[in-house]
């Protein structure tokens, strides 16, 4: 009833209150209900709180999330399963914004896919003979599974790629002795944490054999 307010036998207390007991609730329901109007709430009754900060196990999300800051996610976005005639394909991964040059316009793209934990680095490369991969790199990714591509620019060039060194340098050579133009996209699979399981079976997400704390997922 809109305005009712029943004090506790120790009188109103207003402070908040953190690490709650009781039982967990396997329903979906809004996080705080309450009077939408202020005027409804008695002077008598304390102000309610809000979520600015929550912890909860599971999320059941039936539309989109909205927000003006950045999200930050520790672990491995999973997305959901759907169904079409009759196959069970995992949803894509997309971002949908304003267009950058189209008024009235927007602009979707789906997150590119992989059999693996893959990073990429690209760029030019002009009158060299060597790619030198970012410092990181050391520590990210595995060297056995670096791999180059190179797009010769303007004229013929035989580009070669003539060794890795220490998993941080990649020499390049042109066959016919010409000066090296070129584009260059280096892939490597990262090394922390568990190889990608790519097929399995199962029925669900629940079923992947591998270290699911690493890849978080829904149930």
């Not at 079409?84 to 979707?108: C, M, Q, V, W, Y």
């Not at 970012?134 to 599974?145: A, F, H, M």
């Not at 591509?149 to 004229?155: A, F």
Request: a negative charge; aromatic letters at 8%.
């Amino acid at each position: 009833m809109a305005g009712e307010f029943v004090p506790g036998s120790g009188g109103k207390d207003c402070t908040e209150k953190t690490g709650g007991w009781g039982n967990a609730s396997t329903s979906f329901d809004w996080i705080w209900k309450g009077n939408i109007d202020q005027n409804d709430y008695p002077e008598e009754a304390c102000l309610p709180w809000y979520h600015r900060n929550f912890q909860i196990d599971d999320i059941q999300l039936n539309s989109s999330i909205t927000g003006s800051g950045s999200v930050n996610i520790s672990g491995t976005v999973t997305a959901s399963e759907v169904t079409a005639g009759g196959i069970t394909l995992t949803s894509r991964k997309a971002f949908d914004i304003p267009h950058p040059t189209k008024n009235e316009h927007r602009l979707r793209h789906v997150c590119l896919e992989g059999p693996e934990a893959g990073v990429y680095v690209r760029g030019r490369l002009t009158d060299k003979n060597v790619i030198e991969l970012p410092e990181y790199w050391r520590g990210l990714i595995d060297p056995e599974t670096i791999t180059v591509t190179l797009t010769q620019i303007k004229t013929s060039q035989d580009l070669i790629v003539d060794g890795i060194e220490w998993g941080s340098r990649i020499k390049v050579r042109s066959g016919n002795g010409t000066n090296i133009d070129c584009f260059y996209v280096v892939q490597a699979e990262r090394k922390d944490g568990e190889k990608l399981i790519v097929e399995y079976k199962g029925t669900s997400i629940n079923d992947y054999p591998g270290d699911n704390s690493q890849y978080p997922h829904n149930k």
